[in-house]
């Protein structure tokens, strides 16, 4: 395009938002030694970073910190400066160094200020260089790399040499520095871990084998908290040793921004709360729950570890057996007449509160004073049922567990299907994925169908919402006058919302109110045909009561 004659395009002037930085940077003159308490650490800060190493930098989270001797000792933020050969300090939000250049004194295994000293060699390991990107690297790897950790360090693969074909259990591959090659290009042996695109990263040795799971947190390998959290070396042992004392994940290890996707939380996740699990089942409960990443993120913070129940030393004689019912009545009188002999586990040698159950109905029984392990474990939970209880496996949730199905309560399903432990966990998992009554459970034998036909309506009406008390339940059908055969075909209408199909809140179908109707006003006795046998039976019942 051409301009009219006379006439010039208006100036624009353009300018760094941070010159000074980037001035200093470029020309490779430091601040003003003075100025070095502008990068000190707040003293709370020192405290969350791992031990001094032997050359005098703390390594945490892929940042690296140097202890440095002016007046004090105090603790800044470095990175390596090519122009210098040296560290030199900066600002957390700083993308290059602007601070003074430093060189490490030996003697006190600080920083100094001022010009690097010929231990520079020392400092010059592949850890603490700026990546090297191999040359024959693919354009999608380089554009996966611009938006990962500036931090990492990638292998030039050209100088190096590993067995492809061994697989050690943590995910390290041993690299060894090619023949005739000096330091220049790097130190004589790296561990490394590959990433997603399969690229060599440098990272420290572990502290552990890395042929054999770690004796802390087995769930995890080396390479799982790394690529998660960007931890290695040290980081990943007290990552280990914090983990396993708590039960919980160290506040100060952070999800990688490139790792807030659920298909990486969803597999931490299943390390803490199921490492057993299948995993695309597990993955499947939590990809219902529609939550986003940010919000995995946070839940993570709050899952505790899950931990397997030790088995006892020695075994134990005779163990009761779980469904064994127990009497309540604990009265001298009862203990002085009875001739049998009291059985490994009998309730005789138990005390308990009956009126006492915890928020899933467990009652607990604790072993009498003075007795050993010979008469039973020393406490034992229960299910009451009718004046007696009943002995069962509970089950000590996580947090993520709680979330199959929170309103039902373990008393309810094992009333309904008299299943325990395991299998309740495993019943809640399976009906939070297909909102229906598993297969492979079976109601149990009630006195009475219509019994077992009210359970049944009181538990998958309320998936929600807390059971109402059985009482509440029958007071809601018993003006319908339904049957039994009417309250089965009711409870095979039940959608997996807990309301019947196509209709909302506690609406009843159609034929139920018009079933009503006609009980109400009785104009054909015939009608009542069909239920004759069961109304005899009934009369029968109430008869014999």
Same mark, same amino acid.
């Given at each position: 395009?051409?301009?009219?004659?006379?006439?010039?395009?208006?100036?624009?002037?353009?300018?760094?938002?941070?010159?000074?930085?980037?001035?200093?940077?470029?020309?490779? /003159?430091?601040?003003?030694?003075?100025?070095? +308490?502008?990068?000190?650490?707040?003293?709370?800060?020192?405290? !969350?970073?791992?031990?001094?190493?032997?050359?005098?930098? $703390?390594?945490?989270?892929? +940042?690296?910190?140097?202890? *440095?001797?002016? @007046?004090?000792?105090?603790?800044?933020?470095? =990175?390596?400066?090519?122009?210098?050969?040296?560290?030199?300090?900066?600002?957390?939000?700083?993308?290059? &160094?602007?601070?003074?250049?430093?060189?490490?004194?030996?003697?006190?295994?600080?920083?100094?200020?001022?010009?690097?000293?010929?231990?520079?060699?020392?400092?010059?390991?592949?850890? /603490?260089?700026?990546?090297?990107?191999?040359?024959?690297?693919?354009?999608?790897?380089?554009?996966?790399?611009?938006?990962? =950790?500036?931090?990492?360090?990638?292998?030039?693969?050209? /100088?190096? *040499?590993?067995?492809?074909?061994? @697989?050690?259990?943590?995910?390290?591959?041993?690299?060894?520095?090619?023949?005739?090659? #000096?330091?220049?290009?790097? %130190?004589?042996?790296?561990?490394?871990?590959?990433?997603?695109?399969?690229?060599?990263?440098?990272?420290?040795?572990? @502290?552990?084998?890395?042929?054999? &799971?770690?004796?802390?947190?087995?769930?995890?390998?080396?390479?799982?908290?790394?690529?998660?959290?960007?931890?290695?070396?040290?980081?990943?042992?007290?990552?280990?040793?914090?983990?396993?004392?708590?039960?919980?994940?160290?506040?100060?290890?952070? *999800?990688?921004?490139?790792?807030?996707?659920?298909?990486?939380?969803?597999?931490?996740?299943?390390?803490?709360?199921? %490492?057993?699990?299948?995993? =695309?089942?597990?993955?499947?409960? !939590?990809?219902?729950?529609?939550?986003?990443?940010?919000?995995?993120?946070?839940? !993570?913070?709050?899952?505790?570890?899950?931990?397997? @129940?030790?088995?006892?030393?020695? %075994?134990?004689?005779?163990?009761?057996?779980?469904?064994?019912?127990?009497?309540?009545?604990?009265?001298?009188?009862?203990?002085?007449?009875?001739?049998?002999?009291?059985?490994?586990?009998?309730?005789?040698?138990?005390?308990?509160?009956?009126?006492?159950?915890?928020?899933?109905?467990?009652?607990?029984?604790?072993?009498?004073?003075?007795?050993?392990?010979?008469?039973?474990?020393?406490?034992?939970?229960?299910?009451?049922?009718?004046?007696?209880?009943?002995?069962?496996?509970?089950?000590?949730?996580?947090?993520?567990?709680?979330?199959?199905?929170?309103?039902?309560? #373990?008393?309810?399903?094992?009333?309904?299907?008299?299943?325990?432990?395991?299998?309740?966990?495993?019943?809640?998992?399976?009906?939070?994925?297909?909102?229906?009554?598993?297969?492979? *459970?079976?109601?149990?034998?009630?006195?009475?169908?219509?019994?077992?036909?009210?359970?049944?309506?009181?538990?998958?009406?309320?998936?929600?919402?807390?059971?109402?008390?059985?009482?509440?339940?029958?007071?809601?059908?018993?003006?319908?006058?339904?049957?039994?055969?009417?309250?089965?075909?009711?409870?095979?209408?039940?959608?997996?919302?807990?309301?019947?199909?196509?209709?909302?809140?506690?609406?009843?179908?159609?034929?139920?109110?018009?079933?009503?109707?006609?009980?109400?006003?009785?104009?054909?006795?015939?009608?009542? =045909? %069909?239920?004759? &046998?069961?109304?005899?039976?009934?009369?029968? $019942?109430?008869?014999?009561?």
């Amino acid at each position: 395009m051409q301009l009219p004659s006379g006439e010039t395009l208006p100036r624009i002037q353009i300018q760094d938002l941070i010159p000074a930085i980037l001035e200093r940077a470029s020309s490779g /003159h430091p601040r003003p030694t003075e100025n070095i +308490r502008h990068y000190e650490l707040p003293a709370q800060a020192r405290t !969350l970073l791992p031990a001094v190493n032997a050359e005098g930098l $703390r390594v945490h989270r892929g +940042r690296i910190y140097a202890e *440095v001797q002016y @007046t004090t000792t105090t603790t800044v933020m470095v =990175d390596w400066d090519e122009g210098a050969g040296t560290y030199r300090a900066k600002l957390p939000q700083e993308m290059h &160094p602007s601070g003074p250049a430093l060189h490490f004194d030996p003697q006190s295994n600080t920083w100094r200020i001022g010009e690097p000293a010929d231990s520079g060699a020392l400092i010059g390991s592949a850890i /603490h260089r700026p990546a090297v990107i191999p040359q024959n690297t693919p354009p999608q790897a380089l554009a996966s790399l611009a938006q990962s =950790d500036t931090t990492a360090v990638y292998i030039d693969t050209r /100088h190096y *040499v590993w067995d492809s074909t061994t @697989t050690h259990h943590h995910g390290y591959v041993v690299m060894h520095r090619k023949m005739r090659l #000096d330091d220049t290009v790097g %130190p004589q042996s790296i561990h490394a871990f590959r990433d997603d695109n399969g690229l060599f990263v440098s990272v420290e040795p572990p @502290t552990h084998p890395i042929d054999q &799971p770690a004796e802390l947190l087995p769930a995890w390998t080396d390479r799982d908290i790394w690529n998660l959290y960007g931890l290695q070396g040290a980081d990943i042992t007290r990552f280990r040793a914090e983990a396993h004392s708590t039960g919980r994940k160290p506040q100060w290890a952070r *999800v990688r921004t490139e790792r807030m996707e659920n298909t990486y939380l969803f597999d931490e996740l299943r390390r803490w709360l199921g %490492p057993d699990m299948d995993r =695309d089942m597990f993955n499947r409960v !939590l990809d219902h729950q529609k939550r986003s990443p940010a919000q995995w993120v946070n839940h !993570l913070e709050s899952v505790t570890l899950h931990r397997s @129940t030790p088995a006892p030393q020695t %075994p134990l004689p005779n163990l009761s057996t779980p469904g064994t019912p127990l009497s309540r009545q604990l009265t001298p009188d009862s203990l002085a007449t009875t001739d049998s002999t009291p059985a490994y586990g009998d309730q005789r040698y138990y005390t308990w509160d009956p009126d006492k159950s915890n928020a899933h109905g467990y009652i607990e029984m604790q072993r009498k004073p003075g007795l050993d392990d010979s008469h039973g474990p020393l406490t034992q939970m229960a299910f009451p049922e009718g004046t007696g209880l009943t002995i069962v496996r509970p089950i000590q949730y996580s947090v993520e567990q709680r979330a199959f199905r929170p309103y039902w309560r #373990d008393i309810d399903i094992w009333n309904l299907y008299r299943i325990e432990g395991a299998d309740i966990l495993r019943f809640r998992q399976d009906v939070a994925l297909h909102l229906k009554q598993p297969a492979w *459970v079976r109601q149990r034998d009630y006195p009475s169908q219509r019994e077992q036909l009210i359970d049944y309506l009181r538990l998958w009406t309320n998936p929600d919402s807390p059971l109402k008390p059985r009482d509440q339940v029958i007071a809601r059908f018993q003006p319908y006058n339904l049957s039994t055969e009417q309250l089965a075909r009711l409870c095979n209408e039940i959608s997996p919302t807990g309301q019947f199909n196509n209709l909302i809140n506690d609406e009843l179908p159609t034929w139920v109110k018009t079933h009503q109707a006609r009980t109400l006003v009785v104009t054909r006795f015939e009608q009542f =045909d %069909p239920y004759l &046998p069961e109304i005899k039976a009934e009369i029968i $019942r109430l008869r014999n009561q």
